[in-house]
């Protein structure tokens, strides 16, 4: 008995206590996958790496992979395609019914300011930034950030053209990234011009800073484009003219042939055409292309759900090159072709917009900045195979049909009407439901929001 | 080591005195009044002393006495017996086994405990009862049978997920599943896959292999668990070895399974009637053109019907997809184990293979799983031993219920729709409505092969009678291989035009040591001590990684080796630690007044730095009523006792790095890298803290013969580890922080009887429990899941928010809603809206059950026995979320259950279904109208058996030889009018998301026979 407890019971003792001893830093588990936010951004590299992360934010399949693109598409529709799928979320925006709790309206918003934030952390640190790319990041960071406040407003706010902007709601203006969340976190509504002042100063400073190339990233002429857009929204049509003749005459993009400008080309990693000013990027380990889901056939990796109907069809002249860009996929359905590379890139702002945006803000301004409207109208028709208009016949209405076919199924259709006051499927444009429902999730998070009328 | 225990705990009744009398030897054999077989190792101890000795292999004993001694006999899953020694010198002893006495001694965690003693609460389930269960997984064999346990498979699917409550959720973002611990070892339960349906580690488990399992549920039991204990702890003891001669059980059984239930679609004739009249009244109302019915409507039937126009217009095609979605579903099970050993070493050593296939198309699993438990007494004092497990699951998985790929959601299908298109002699392919599974089924394979080492050592060294030491050093290793592989033709559904493939493994590697001293002693004769104190250190590490390729030549490459665009690549790890220190004492005084202390200090590194540690300490008090002096005047009253407690228990069940803050560097762009911010810090993260209360009246009457239980308890958890929705203009949507508190309330109810004993024996054994969930507090928070769960203070966990539907407009076939608009008063708007966006959303249902219970019976006459297990849950409902597809009036062109034929069509019907409109949107709004309540009862498990005559097993030189015929979930009684009341979608479940329904499979009805014999 004395044995054991003299010879045992220590080493026992003395083992277990060894194995306590040094547990007590076992504790300290770092994370293996992720690292810890107070070291992520500490150099010039760092930075560099987080606006990658925006421009990945950026092209998520809710924001410009396609989500937001595809909505400006179903929401405007009258009559020309027709929804075939069973997600809840853009039936709802086909038909012209979204309740309060859209699916797809929640992830936009949710997933447009998330890239923000990510483009807020960027500005922010910019002291780490290497002088000579400060201006360049700073200036990818306003293009991200002005670009998404565009797409917010117009989509969660009543349009520039419906009422006074300085009266009506637009969407949370957050310039600061998050380190925290607080009571400040809950945030309210700015107003529809605040939002529009916001976007123009990003985009403005972005254009002023980005360089004329910058690979697939950013440039002066993306931002300059995407401006030209948000003018055209205003209705300021010299400033919009302005705006893309800038784009314009850099020549440092050309038409391409109608079949080069979209990659119809099946399965194989995306590239910018010289007719691409910004263009999401893709590649088959790299990106979804919600456009591809839903626009595309089955055979070529979508869910065949948007199909078109002979009334688009119908609308393209003889001899329309453009009315090539269709196939009939082995379900018998019609799809457009501009989708069918599942890993084709995603086309933002391409120079035929710069065209018919230049030739209609012109028409409608009586002015020729830059050219004559009929000039670059025939541009584009000469491209289709068409012939020319003579200046003296053209009308705003062939203005906008050619601009219709051009820009078909890339996301503009809904934004078109309103700023137009058109209407569609019997709806005027400033009807309560062609504005989307500030998520309910998020009313119920931030009862600082107030809802959109209709919901 | 419940052996151990008891000789401990022997060894501390008759501590104290020797008495000195006359002395003589008596000798005798002990045997089975079962079988008659003789018994060795059974303990043989003179009633008083220290002196004792055991039986030998022969079942023979001789031990010195004195006549006025009293000789105690006693063994493991036998009743104790005292015998006088008086003049005899020979004393032949018969001990009569049952499953009752091994439930006298349950396991506390780090030791075990007379039930007689226990101050806490534990649900003791012998291996015996759900032995040979067809199912795939001991917690499914579990359902019915311990009260105050909820368990609910999430579907019909094989080795799939499942959900286990212990006295209701505590938890509303951290896991709600109890800690399992088999043989000291926790653990590895949470699905390790990729799929969102989530796979069963614990199906690795051959559940012949377990003795008992021991469910520790209230604060006394489970604290000193501590920081995992708040849901309740699973304890789960394998067989051990029995000294004598060599054992064999070899069993073989085989049956097949269909499903409990199918449901009833509409057939070709009804379809086109339907439809084509939803259409007309679309053209009708003017939202669709003229031409659309004669024109695109029927177009696209005869695309649906293969082109074949009369098909559909004459019901020559008439296709049942349901009948499509399921197979032939056999299965098969042999088990085989030996025990056996001495006086100083035994041994357990069990194989089992299992080969079962599932009712639903491709779902299989198989099983084959090895063990050998082995302990050895080096010396008096030291005794080491092994237990080691060895596993491999081969499971032929399924998509989610959300997936179209999945089986059932072939009923989606039209019956106007071939199977086979005639047109190509092949499956119905790219025309259909949606995507055909069948397709699936023959081009595509998912199997997930889990490869599981369980196992540990140990060594126990008894320093005096008073005092042992006992380290264990375990692992639980498993490994998990995924392996998919779709063909071309399912291309519709994987996006991927010339094959996919996916290949997956992860390894999580799980050590614990367990240290720790076990002290008993008896003090002047009537104070009883027991304490345990010690440590105990868990590592956790798990490494995954993945490729996904596609472009693959032909279906006979399916290795991504073929892939010619490997499209994804992944490898991840994660990594957690707990180190903690525990001690539990117990203290009883005159073996009627009892008292519990334990406590636990647990250190995990998954909390923030300034809240790494937390204590966790428990106590309670039991008072034996009957061994009162007063009592001793009603005999009918074999057992009174009251007992109490209350303690502190945690729940650390989070991710394992969520008090960071975090960045993530997944973030590359067209192969620029890239970083995101992905989490916000908060190191204020702490334990989930539960107390609770519990009130327990234990109860004998008439000898033992009817026994029962009653408790009620009150389970207050507060610092709720919430995942907060924030403001989704920060960047982020929840942030992780200890927000709120909710309350679980509940009583348990538990009878057994033997209602007739001797030559026909007649037991019933009844459970029932009633728990109420409320959340008290989630700092205004709103958290929803599922499709239309959410937590919400002032209610029940999941419980259903929506809109309340109202029925169908009787003038003009709207579907209505309640517009329940609150007043400033309280009261409710009940006026009517046929636009759903005017309804205001209510409370409209609770996913948990108010009651849940079981009752057992069992009949033996002779070798003759019948085991009876009905099991059921009332006050729940359940939500389709299929409903708006399924049971849609004619919304879309999905096939559609027959009810949708009480449509309403004209002016002045009076139905619940509004009128049929294609794209008419008219009542598919997530509303009350696709809830119903979840009610049922089921025949979960019937068992007839026969024990053939040992005359007759004798001439064969066998000692034993049993048949039985078992049918599982034979019966359900329930007004649910989907496929299964059980259920609860896979890619939904969660805490919150409870009580849904999603194209999710039926449980399967098996009946099987087996065979065992013992020689």
Known sequence: MAYLFKNILPYALTGSLLLLGGCASQLDVKPVNTIDAGAAVATSGDVAALLVGAYDALGDLDVYGGNIQRDADLLGDNGEIFFDGTFVAPDEIFRKSMLVNNGQAEVTWLDSYRAINIANNVLANLDVVTEGDRARVEGEAKFIRGTLYFELVRNYAKAWTDGTPSANPGVPLVLEPTVEITEQAKVSRNSVSEVYAQVIKDLTEAETKLPESNGFFATKYAAAGMLSRVYMMQQKYPEAANAATRVIDSKKYSLVN????????????????????????????????????????????????????????ALYENGDRRAELFYVAENGNTYTSKWINQYGNIKILRLAEMYLTRAEANFRNDSSIGASPASDINLIRARAGLSAIPATSLTIGAIMKERHLELAFEGHLIHDIKRTKGTVGGLAFDSPKLVYPIPLRETDANANLTQNPGY | ????????????????????????????????????????????????????????????????????????????????????????????????????????????????????????????????????????????????????????????????????????????????????????????????????????????????????????????????????????????????????????????????????????????????????????????????????????????????????????????????????????????????????????????????????????????????????????????????????????????????????????????????????????????????????????????????????????????????????????????????????????????????????????????????????????????????????????????????????????????????????????????????????????????????????????????????????????????????????????????????????????????????FDSYGLYRGDAGYAGVPGQRPEQIENPDLRWEQTTQTDIGLEFGLFSGRLSGEVDYYIKNTRDLLLNVNVPGTSGFRTQLRNIGNLENKGWEFVLRSDNTTGAFKWNTSLNLSANRNKIVNLDGQVITGGFINRAVEGQPIGSFFSIEYAGVDPDNGDALYYRNDERPDGTFDRTTTNNPNEAQRVIIGNPNPKLIGGISNSFAYKGLEFNILFQGQTGNDIYNGGGKFQSANGDFFDNQTVDQLDRWQKPGDITNVPQARLFGANGTAESSRYLQRGDYLRLKNATLSYNLPSAITNRVKLDRVRVYVTGQNLLTFTKYTGWDPEVNADYLAGNIGLGNDFYSAPQAKTIIVGINLGF
């Open chain 2, 1 to 656: 080591m419940i052996r151990t225990s008891l000789l401990s705990f022997l060894c501390c009744l008759v501590f104290c005195t020797a008495v000195l009398a006359q002395e003589a030897r008596v000798t005798g054999t002990v045997t089975s009044a079962e079988d008659g077989s003789s018994l060795p190792g059974v303990s043989v101890q003179v009633k008083g002393t220290q002196r004792g000795t055991q039986t030998d292999a022969t079942g023979g004993y001789s031990i010195e006495a004195a006549p006025n001694a009293v000789l105690i006999f006693s063994f493991v899953g036998f009743i104790p017996q005292e015998i006088a020694v008086g003049s005899s010198s020979t004393i032949n002893v018969q001990l009569a086994g049952d499953i009752r006495s091994l439930s006298e001694v349950v396991v506390t965690g780090y030791g075990t405990q007379s039930k007689r003693n226990l101050t806490g609460n534990i649900a003791k389930v012998s291996g015996a009862e759900i032995a040979n269960t067809p199912v795939t997984t001991f917690e499914q064999a579990l359902q019915g049978r311990a009260a105050g346990v909820q368990v609910t498979s999430l579907n019909g699917k094989l080795g799939q997920g499942m959900q286990m409550r212990i006295r209701g959720s505590s938890s509303v973002t951290a896991s709600n599943e109890p800690l399992y611990v088999l043989d000291g070892i926790p653990l590895t339960s949470r699905d390790q896959g990729t799929s969102t349906a989530p796979q069963n580690p614990l199906a690795d488990i051959n559940f012949n292999d377990i003795e008992s399992i021991d469910i520790l549920k209230d604060a006394s039991a489970a604290a000193i668990y501590g920081a995992r204990a708040s849901n309740g702890v699973v304890l789960i003891t394998t067989k051990k070895g029995k000294s004598g001669k060599t054992k064999f059980n070899v069993s073989y059984q085989m049956g097949s399974s269909k499903p409990t239930r199918l449901r009833q679609w509409l057939n070709t004739a009804q379809y086109v009637e339907l439809f084509s009249e939803a259409v007309q009244n679309g053209i009708d109302a003017g939202y669709l053109p003229e031409s659309y019915l004669t024109g695109s409507t029927y177009s696209r039937f005869t695309r649906y019907a293969a082109g074949d126009q009369a098909g559909w217009e004459n019901g020559t095609i008439d296709t049942d997809w349901q009948a499509e979605a399921f197979q032939k579903a056999p299965m098969g099970q042999f088990d085989i184990s030996a025990s056996g050993g001495d006086d100083k070493t035994r041994f357990f050593v069990s194989a089992q293979a299992l080969d079962q296939k599932g009712i639903l198309i491709k779902n299989s699993f198989k099983r084959l799983s090895g063990r050998v438990n082995l302990d050895h007494k080096a010396t008096d004092r030291l005794t080491l031993g092994v237990n080691v497990n060895l596993a491999r699951t081969v499971n032929g998985r399924l998509s989610n219920d959300n997936a179209f790929s999945t089986p059932l959601q072939i009923i989606a299908l039209p019956p106007i729709t071939p199977v086979i298109d005639p047109r190509t002699n092949e499956l119905s392919g790219n025309y259909t409505l949606y995507f055909n599974p069948l397709l699936n089924r023959d081009f595509s394979s998912n199997v997930s092969t889990s490869y599981r080492t369980i196992g540990n050592i140990f060594a126990e060294y008894r320093f005096a009678n008073w005092l042992k030491f006992r380290s264990e050093v375990g692992t639980d290793i498993y490994n998990l291989n995924e392996d998919q592989y779709f063909g071309k033709e399912t291309s519709r559904n994987t996006g991927a035009p010339n094959g996919l493939g996916f290949s997956s493994w992860a390894q999580v590697t799980n050590y614990t040591s367990n240290n720790f001293f076990t002290l008993g002693h008896t003090f002047a004769d009537r104070h009883d001590v027991d304490a345990t104190l010690g440590m105990t250190f868990q590592k956790s590490e798990a490494s995954f990684n993945s490729v996904t390729g596609q472009e693959f030549p032909s279906n006979a490459y399916t290795k991504i080796i073929s892939s010619a665009n490997i499209t994804a690549g992944s490898s991840s790890g994660s990594n957690f630690s707990f180190l903690s220190y525990f001690a539990r004492a117990n203290y009883r005084f005159e073996n009627k007044y009892l008292l519990s202390v334990s406590g636990r200090v647990d250190g995990s590194s998954r909390f923030g730095a300034n809240n790494r540690y937390g204590f966790f300490p428990a106590a309670s008090v039991g008072w034996i009523i009957t061994e009162e002096s007063f009592m001793e005047g009603i005999p009918t009253l074999s057992l009174l006792k009251l007992r109490g407690s209350y303690g502190l228990t945690g729940n650390a069940e989070i991710g394992n």
């Open chain 1, 258 to 313: 109608t079949a080069e400008v979209f990659d119809l080309r099946v399965n194989q990693n995306g590239f910018n055409t010289a007719e691409d000013i910004f263009a999401i990027q893709l590649t088959s380990q790299d990106g979804l292309n919600a456009l591809n889901t839903f626009y595309g056939a089955p055979e070529y990796g979508g869910r065949g759900d948007i199909l078109i109907e002979d009334a688009h069809l």
